[in-house]
């Protein structure tokens, strides 16, 4: 394993970034282009990318499948949380205006909730996925 | 001073593009696998840098005209920059590994002789 030092020094120095870009995305959304799908896609790269690099066993480690099927529902929970919440506030269901004596930021603060609960679920699923389709076995033809 | 960040951020721009365009051409006529990713890493590294470069130029010089929202653009264009000095060469040694690993053999002079 020695000889692919180029490949994990550079993965190693490059997730961290990936990660933290993923969050520039996810919070910068409301300002510039991005949001919830884009970063939760770009944070599943990063973990993509470990396994790939350092091998799926190592990666399920970091982040086992049963923690990814609940990322995945998870984000939907949030999601559908802000909704009840702003019901049980007096307003409809995801009526943003409620969550704050301001308008404008109750819109604010709502929006960056959901664009959480979009992330996490986008996530769950990218590394669901990958792992659905990395842990097969090769088939010998 | 305008003139001169003008003549050196296009001198840079157009040696990027140069690089460019030889590694686009080197992609389409080199005759394997590892001498086509030599030409195509060069365009990553050298001719993006340049054309980098030359942006960084312009920048500078809407700074010392005054425009400090510059600045971050700036920032932006060297962090860009950095990592594309990663992510290139990385990528194409990983893309080389896994040609040898895939059992492609290097071409060879005797090869293209004989042929």
């Known amino acids: ?141 | 001073m305008d003139l001169a960040f003008a003549v050196v951020s296009w001198a840079c721009i157009m040696g990027g593009l140069f690089f460019m365009i030889v590694g686009s051409v080197g992609v389409l006529r080199m005759p394997d696998v590892f001498t086509r990713l030599h030409a195509a890493g060069m365009t990553d590294t050298l001719g993006a840098g340049l054309i980098i470069l030359g942006l960084c130029f312009q920048t500078v010089s809407g700074i010392v005209d005054g425009e400090t929202s510059y600045w971050f653009v700036l920032i932006r264009l060297v962090l860009v920059d950095a990592f594309l000095t990663f992510t290139s060469p990385i990528s194409t040694h990983a893309l080389a590994r896994a040609a040898i690993a895939g059992g492609v053999e290097p071409w060879t002079k005797e090869e293209a002789e004989g042929a």
């Open chain 1, 1 to 141: 394993m020695d000889d692919r030092v180029i490949l994990r020094i550079g993965a190693k120095i490059l997730i961290p970034f990936i990660l933290l870009f993923a969050l520039y995305v996810q919070f910068h959304g409301d300002y510039g282009p991005g949001g919830g799908f884009q970063a939760g896609v770009i944070f599943a790269a990063a973990f993509v990318l470990y396994a790939l690099v350092f091998g799926l066993g190592n990666a399920v480690k970091v982040l086992p499948p049963q923690a990814v099927y609940v990322c995945g529902a998870l984000g939907v929970m949030i999601y559908m949380g802000v909704g009840f919440v702003t019901m049980a506030l007096g307003g409809a269901f995801l009526d943003y205006n409620v969550l704050a004596p301001d308008p404008t930021h109750g819109q604010h603060y709502g929006i960056l909730a959901v664009e959480l609960g979009v992330l996490v679920t986008v996530f769950g699923v990218m590394v669901a996925l990958f792992y659905a389709f990395a842990g097969r076995r090769r088939l010998d033809l």
